[in-house]
């Protein structure tokens, strides 16, 4: 069993929290995590949940009866990071940014079914974002269409854009694309890892929530 780091929960040989600095974001942003996702290699929510101080992080499938959830859902302004139909670029927001910004992490039918059992958070105004290039996880793992990226690198372009400071949050980004080579290097290797990591316990501060 390799060593990990109790901060990153990466192998001590793939650990990034050098890279990971704190920001803190005018805006409240809230992950809701799929309790598969938290099982892959790359946990890139929870590297997001680490570069941001203003930031929680929630497991499960339906928060429509999550009392933090519902409250931040609740919270005037409150916005929804999701591509597609509807959403509104976030370099075209109107007025300051939102509040709070839920972030929903699972592939795209995980999220989708998500939002389906928490209406709550579907109903909420939807911001979307375009990284002009693929995601960081290219080579890793199969996104859908360009405009799917990374949690991690979703939330910090949407930030960047909304608050009009691209700089403050790129470290988040250069940090989850040393994180992706450094797994690629791994998998490619002679000693193979897998890319799921064995269930375990939710770090501190994270809440789990079933159906």
């Not at 892959?40 to 499938?61: D, Q, Y």
């Not at 939002?115 to 996104?143: F, M, N």
């Amino acid at each position: 069993m390799r060593t990990r780091c109790h901060r990153c929960l990466r192998p001590e040989d793939h650990c990034v929290c050098r890279d990971l600095r704190p920001v803190d974001a005018r805006t409240r942003v809230v992950l809701l995590q799929h309790p598969r996702e938290a099982r892959l290699a790359i946990c890139s929510a929870w590297l997001t949940r680490l570069s941001l101080v203003n930031a929680e992080l929630h497991r499960g499938v339906s928060f429509q009866d999550h009392p933090e959830v519902r409250a931040w859902a609740a919270e005037p302004g409150a916005a929804l990071l999701f591509p597609g139909p509807g959403s509104t670029p976030a370099g075209a927001w109107p007025g300051p940014p939102p509040r709070v910004l839920f972030a929903v992490d699972g592939t795209w039918h995980q999220a989708e079914k998500m939002l389906r059992l928490t209406p709550a958070l579907a109903a909420l105004p939807r911001i979307g974002v375009d990284a002009g290039r693929p995601s960081g996880y290219t080579g890793l793992r199969r996104e859908p269409g360009a405009e799917h990226l990374s949690t991690l690198e979703a939330v910090a372009l949407a930030l960047s854009a909304l608050e009009r400071d691209p700089e403050r949050f790129r470290p988040m980004i250069e940090a989850f694309h040393r994180s992706v080579a450094l797994q690629l290097a791994c998998a490619r290797g002679p000693e193979r890892r897998a890319r799921h990591r064995p269930s375990r316990a939710a770090p501190p501060g994270v809440t789990t929530r079933g159906r």
